[in-house]
């Protein structure tokens, strides 16, 4: 299976926004993805900035950051599609796509996470997703390049020169 052949929905439904209607927002050929487990209630949040700066800062060069809202880690994502949906724009302007609530973890773990966690980051770490706000970039062609611990930040010199290869 190819990362991009994986389905997820958007956070809120596009009927419900009004947008064109979309089976999936996986990781898209010819797209450098930065997928990141995400959570409103963490000490981590403030990383949507990072994230939003790193959207505006490469998307005309195919990039995107794909948000993956997750309420595995001490109910740090508690809220509604639509809940989650309103924090991310009014307190950090996310224009970023954002996915349906998951499981990044354990028995019920989302397909999209299965074809991730094998992927190790710069220390040799693979499995479990250790925390919100973990990191995985894609290259254009599906492959996972780079892997990112929580506390890394987007805007961190290591997570700009891995986009800033995978877009060459």
């Known amino acids: 299976m190819s990362i991009s052949d994986v389905q ?11 947008a ?8 898209q050929p010819g797209v450098t993805t930065l997928v990141v487990n995400v959570a409103s209630q963490c000490g981590l949040t403030p990383q949507y ?12 060069r195919g990039f995107t950051v794909l948000g993956v809202p997750c309420n595995q ?5 508690p809220g509604s599609s639509e809940q ?5 724009s009014t307190t950090y302007g996310v224009t970023f796509p954002l996915t349906e609530k998951v499981q990044v973890n354990g028995p019920q773990r ?17 499995g479990d997703i250790r925390w919100n706000f ?11 390049v780079a892997r990112f611990a929580p506390a890394t930040t987007p805007e961190s010199a290591e997570v700009v020169a891995a986009i800033e290869a995978a877009l060459a």
Do not use: M
């Not at 997820?8 to 009004?18: D, E, F, R």
């Not at 900035?49 to 005309?60: P, S, T, V």
């Not at 299965?114 to 980051?121: R, S």
């Open 84 to 88: 989650i949906a309103q924090f991310c």
């Open 20 to 27: 064109d209607s979309a089976a999936t927002l996986a990781p």
């Open 134 to 144: 973990e990191k995985f970039l894609i290259d254009p062609s599906g492959q996972v």
């Open 110 to 126: 989302h397909p999209l996470y299965a074809e991730l966690v094998d992927v190790p980051d710069a220390e040799g770490y693979t």
């Open 49 to 60: 900035e990072g994230l939003e700066w790193l959207q505006r800062q490469f998307a005309d």
């Open 73 to 77: 880690f001490n109910g740090q994502e």
């Open 8 to 18: 997820i929905a958007p956070l809120i439904a596009p009927q419900a926004t009004g």
